[in-house]
């Protein structure tokens, strides 16, 4: 559905050229839910305005929507184009002078369809994001979330085939962000709808996307299946957003502040377990200490669900012989299970 | 008439005809400078706007062009204006006296003034709502147009506003070469003949002038802010 091959944008700043986005290429299938996330400044925003070609990427860069190749098109051909790929904004970008109608009516006009046919649509799209009673509201009359939603109708109303996020959930409050996924979610199963999220929350990724791609200072880090980057992530940076939502990562917080707190004596050893697998069922942590007759102190558990399935791991304080903590550590990791050993006494 | 009207301003009684006149003269020229400096500088906003450098279509040659050009006839003094365009008055209205030959003087010192006010309402408008507009397909004229304008009206009728109160200023003073209207009326009568009575009555006329532009632009400005 949309493919970026190589996508370049510099640009000169105080005579210093900077690389917005440096060679990146991604590939996005029909009616998938795409998360790119980075911190500020990765280059996130510039990338998901080369898409619909706000921001136009350096020669050399493809962009290809629905089989048309944006960047050889025309300013007339680029605009019709446009009306494939819908756009929502951190700051909803709502006219202020135009009822929540005209709002969404706005895309409509001058397209030669009648005014009852705009209206209707209009009220259409109204009900589906459940405005339709807000329809001579002017946006200043809104809150944050409901905003958002008549820009998620006003999107949608020339019925493209790709909506782009950009931080649309940035300046919500949890809970209202939570009712904005679920809409996208409804809408990307309703109307086979491709959706592509920009964020730096790893809490919508995890949520809604079924793909991620994980930005760093304009360079493509990773990407792959949501599970799969999460479960194993290999670069520093996702890594980064992975501990960001995890509770495990909190005890590296614990040994570098105030390593005091976790005293172990001769013989511990403290360890975090990291489940890896879509399906762990088996309770591994009666097991081993059956097995290899150890005890397991546990600090921290924690599990997350990550596009549907589990993944999560335990922090605790491995006791018993040598031998028997090693060979449990063995059996760990034919199970699937990422052993990191964080202190040794 | 009362009695005590013709005792406190006895110059303005015996001349009301020539204060119509006056008055007329005025709004005439108010007029027709007024609605050709507002669509000048309505387009030269638009214009400084729409090719500054991160404007919509950057145009660096126009953008310094045109800002050069307002920033040289605002620097002149409108009295010095006056004297100074009296042969492209000629050329252009045929005249240089009289409320025709004001008018070209009297838009070339408005439209200087309003392309920077206009800009300076239209800067208001969120960049994010030219790139939603954008996202939609608008195209140049579709943000001109239905983004820039039309997002900006309360301001655009402020600075208007503004502008129409500046515009009587000027017309009084093109009134000094031989416009005619309040400021003429004022200066012959009032000042050069020392009937004060003239001058304080044409300074109530033109407050109640701008008293009524300003309440008229409220009453839009009213209506169009949400």
């Known amino acids: 559905m949309i493919k970026l091959q190589h996508i370049r944008k510099t640009y000169l700043k105080e005579n210093q050229l900077i690389h917005a986005v440096n060679d990146v290429s991604i590939n996005i299938s029909k009616g998938e839910i795409f998360g790119i996330i980075g911190f500020s400044g990765a280059g996130k925003s510039t990338l998901v305005r080369c898409i619909n070609l706000l921001e136009r990427p350096d020669p050399g860069s493809r962009v290809i929507v629905n089989g048309v190749d944006l960047t050889a098109l025309s300013g007339r051909q680029l605009r019709a184009a446009r009306s494939e790929i819908g756009m929502i904004f951190q700051h909803f970008n709502l006219m202020p002078s135009r009822t929540v109608l005209d709002n969404v009516i706005f895309p409509l006009k001058y397209r030669g369809i009648s005014k009852e046919e705009q209206i209707a649509t209009a009220k259409k799209l109204l009900e589906l994001v459940d405005l339709k009673d807000r329809t001579s509201s002017y946006p200043s009359e809104l809150s944050g979330g409901q905003k958002q939603r008549v820009a998620i109708a006003r999107a949608l109303a020339v019925n493209p085939k790709v909506l782009l996020c950009d931080e649309a959930t940035s300046a919500l409050d949890p809970q209202t962000t939570q009712e904005i996924l679920d809409l996208l979610k409804s809408l990307n199963k309703k109307l086979g709808l491709t959706i592509v999220i920009i964020t730096h929350e790893m809490a919508v990724v995890k949520d809604i996307c079924s793909k991620v791609a994980i930005l760093e200072r304009g360079n493509l880090v990773e990407q792959g299946n949501i599970f799969e980057v999460f479960s194993n992530p290999k670069h520093s940076t996702t890594r980064r957003f992975v501990a960001a939502a995890s509770n495990l990562s909190k005890v590296d917080q614990i040994l570098k502040l105030h390593p005091e707190v976790i005293n172990l004596t001769k013989g511990q050893l403290l360890v975090r377990l990291s489940y890896l697998d879509r399906g762990v069922s088996e309770p591994l942590i009666s097991s081993i200490s059956q097995k290899f007759s150890l005890v397991m102190n546990i600090l921290f558990a924690d599990i997350e669900l990550i596009n549907g399935a589990p993944i999560g791991g335990t922090v605790g304080i491995l006791d018993g012989t040598q031998e028997n903590i090693y060979a449990a550590i063995d059996y760990l990791r034919k199970k699937h299970v990422n052993v990191e050993t964080l202190k040794n006494a | ?226």
Not at chain 2, 102 to 128: H, I, K, N
């Open chain 2, 1 to 226: 008439m009362p009695d005590f009207i013709i005792q406190l301003i006895p110059n303005v009684v015996n001349k009301t005809d020539e204060l119509w006149v006056s008055l007329w003269q005025t709004f005439v020229m108010l007029g027709i400078s007024g609605i050709i400096s507002f669509s000048l500088g309505l387009v030269f906003g638009v214009c400084l706007i729409v090719t500054k450098a991160d404007g919509v279509m950057p145009n660096f040659p126009v953008h310094r062009g045109l800002g050069l050009v307002i920033n040289l006839f605002r620097s002149i003094p409108f009295v010095i204006l006056l004297a100074a365009l009296i042969p492209l008055s000629r050329l252009v209205t045929g005249t240089a006296i009289g409320t025709t030959g004001a008018m070209v003087p009297l838009v070339f010192g408005t439209v200087p003034f309003f392309s920077r006010q206009v800009e300076t309402a239209l800067s208001s408008v969120d960049v994010g709502l030219i790139e939603a507009a954008q996202s939609m397909g608008c195209g140049l004229w579709g943000i001109i147009f239905r983004v820039l304008l039309k997002e900006s009206i309360p301001q655009l009728i402020r600075v208007t506003q503004i502008t129409s109160i500046s515009l009587i200023g000027l017309t009084a003073m093109a009134g000094a070469i031989g416009g005619g209207g309040l400021g003429d009326f004022a200066i012959r009568y009032g000042h050069q003949r020392g009937q004060t009575d003239v001058t304080y009555v044409t300074v109530l006329v033109i407050l109640v002038i701008v008293a009524l532009i300003q309440h008229l632009g409220n009453q839009i400005i009213k209506k169009n802010n949400h």
